[in-house]
């Protein structure tokens, strides 16, 4: 089992910026995949950005391309991500996660989850 725990998240003005940060405990050898996942009031959760935690290939979606980057540090087991040009679209809780599949897309594959941090931009 792995524990995750996210923090990094507040207030800030629409061009601003913020970085999250996700340190995981426990079982980490076994993780294969790390993500970002954020939800918005009344929407589905959607996953932002993951990293393959072996070779560090990442991939986002489309939205965060070019503000987002996902990276980490794996002596610290510590995920991250810098989040630049926020825009109000952005609002939403952010979790973190962790998978031991070499399947990364989608939070089926996903069973260890932080407990979020709140991110609101305003415009």
């Known amino acids: 089992q792995v524990q995750l725990v996210e923090s990094g998240g507040g207030s800030v003005q629409a061009g601003g910026s913020l970085r999250l940060s996700c340190a995981a405990s426990g079982n980490t050898y076994s993780l294969r995949c790390m993500a970002w996942f954020r939800q918005a009031p009344g929407k589905r959760r959607e996953q932002v950005a993951l990293?393959?935690?072996?070779?560090?290939?990442?991939s986002y979606i489309e939205s965060v391309k070019g503000r987002f980057t996902i990276s980490q540090d794996r002596a610290k087991n510590i995920l991250y991500l810098q989040m630049s040009s926020l825009k109000a679209e952005d609002t939403a809780k952010y979790y973190c996660?962790?998978?031991?599949?070499?399947?990364?897309?989608?939070?089926?594959?996903?069973?260890?989850w932080g407990q979020g941090t709140q991110v609101t931009v305003s415009s």
């Open positions: 996660a962790a998978s031991p599949s070499d399947y990364c897309n989608g939070s089926a594959f996903y069973n260890n």
């Open positions: 990293i393959y935690t072996t070779i560090g290939r990442t």
